[in-house]
């Protein structure tokens, strides 16, 4: 594996000469060196452990650490062994054998030796995650690619080892496919893949995962201390096959609601060596002489935001989720929304400076995938929307009136009211939230909707808010969990607690979308081919797309389409890529972590340094040019041995 020191090197080259003792931060070891201790605020708690059952980026953040992978990405996104050292692949595509790495071990949360890792742990993860019983919400991932995954999922088979996964040997495991897959190996780094021991699984119970003694672990960290709603302790585990690579010895967090806020002044006070830099807060770092070349730039991900509107509402009576409901199913009012959105203006509380940085047109970011060189977003039908711009209010204005003809007609009454919550713990979020009210209510008039702006809990918000229903309007996102677009399609898939748009009334949606107007004029209409609402026309060009595995061109251009599809009738409003954390002064390294647009690769801390002093953002922009050229080295690296 390749190693970092040269980014180190670039790095301290690279930082200011302020010392952290000067300038209040929090890295310093007692030789003045920089501490192998990194210590955090953290607003938003994990609520279990258990890798095999969550879909949730803040549990993604701890189980990577604890738990490896039979695949990794390096510093520039180039797949290497992890847990496995070499794979092959059957000539039809169909088996994938990967021999498993000598001597990696499991350990309990105080360091004991619990078991040797072999290939069964990999079945028994598989096994779990394929159990209905378990409600694992990454079960769909590999049922769409695993033999008999579904089959055993769905009772029609009983016996687990008929899944296609077996332990061939104790250090050789083998995975059957439903059919070729390209993408298979990228699959590997995500939580559904991981390995469990089924001795400790039996040992525990219902009680996996917990805790952190309800956990092994054979990553680079041992969680220590898990203490919800309080602190976690997470410790450098010195038997990790890679532990060389592995800088920081201690990650110590502490939960606190008010993170985004104590954070700042913590950092100058020597408590934490990390801190959001929050919009209202960031002008005055700027011109500080003694703060302004600690900020930089937070790094942009692969999650992308978009707004959704809910078909299945549960409010609170008070916001008329019956009236709410005719107008939801109307697409001139969904339109009038969505062309009503200034999405610059949304996105100052983010990013005040650049507010284009991160914003999106489409819910698949540019640069995720492409085919001979054409980007994705420009494939099919999302082409156009990607080089339209999606703010037009002329265009608002005019299915507004549309939708006040319509709706009326309907029986609903004005002006609709629209619940918009936010979770407080995500920094920006309730600020966009109040920016978009007043600036779509200034545009379309509050004779026409009246948006209530509304904190939701900071714990357990997705289960309190999204899934329940309790909104109108909200802003969602999802992350790619391998290198696919079908991955982006999930979230409209049914059966997802993602606004239910299958549950539309508005059944005459599609004809416009299936047949031409010379069609429709001619008076051209097969019944067999209208079959009703968005979510099952959507599934239908999905499935074109999961169909089709051989030719990437036309498996793509059917992902385009389907995407498009969803933004053209505005079940979905584009936003921005993840850009939550804004701002920061950090002591922690950046381009010299593991780095994936999907799976958990991105959040180790393998292989990151605690520095002596923060870097700036002209340091930081600096580093990422350089990055960027050494990334596409190696990526042309790899191709050429591939």
Known sequence: MKRTTRWTALLLAGAMTLSLAACGGGGEGGDGQASTTFRELYASEATTLNYLVTSQATEFELCANFVDTLIQYDEFGVAHGGLATDWTTSEDGLTWTFTLREGVKWYRSDGSEYADLTAQDFVTGLQYVCDPANDSKTFDIVSSVVKNAQEYYSGAITDPNEIGVRAVDDMTVEYTLN???????SMLSYVCFMPVNADFLAEVGDRFGTSADTLLYNGAYICQEFNPQESQLWVKNPNYWNADNVYIERIERTYNTEANKLAPDMYKQGSVDQAKIPAELLQAWLEDDSTKDMVRPTRSSYYTYWWLFNFDPKMDEA????NWKIAVNNEAFRLSIAYGIDRQKAEYPYEPYNTEANLIRTITPEGFVDYNGVDYTQMGDLAEISNTDPFNEELALQYKEQAV???????????IKILMPYNPATPYWGESCQIIEQQLES?????????????????????EVRKSGEYSLMLCNWGPDYADPETYSDPWSLGYTYSWPE??????????????????AAGVFDEEKFIGTPETVYIKMVQEGKDEKLDIEKRYTAFANAEAFLIKHAIVIPFHRQADNGYVVSDLSVFDRPFSPFGVSSYR???AHLLETPISMDEYYAQYEQWETDRQAALEAAAAES
């Open 503 to 520: 549950l539309t009334t508005q059944s005459d949606l599609l004809t416009g979308y299936i047949y031409t107007e010379e069609d429709m």
């Open 443 to 463: 545009l379309l008039g509050t004779d026409y909707i009246d948006i209530t702006v509304e904190a939701g809990p900071s714990t357990n918000f997705l289960a």
């Open 405 to 415: 003809e319509e709706l009326t007609a309907a029986g609903a009454t004005f002006p």
């Open 179 to 185: 059919a070729p897959t390209p993408y298979f190996l």
């Open 605 to 607: 801390y393998e292989g």
């Open 319 to 322: 916001f008329e989720p019956d």
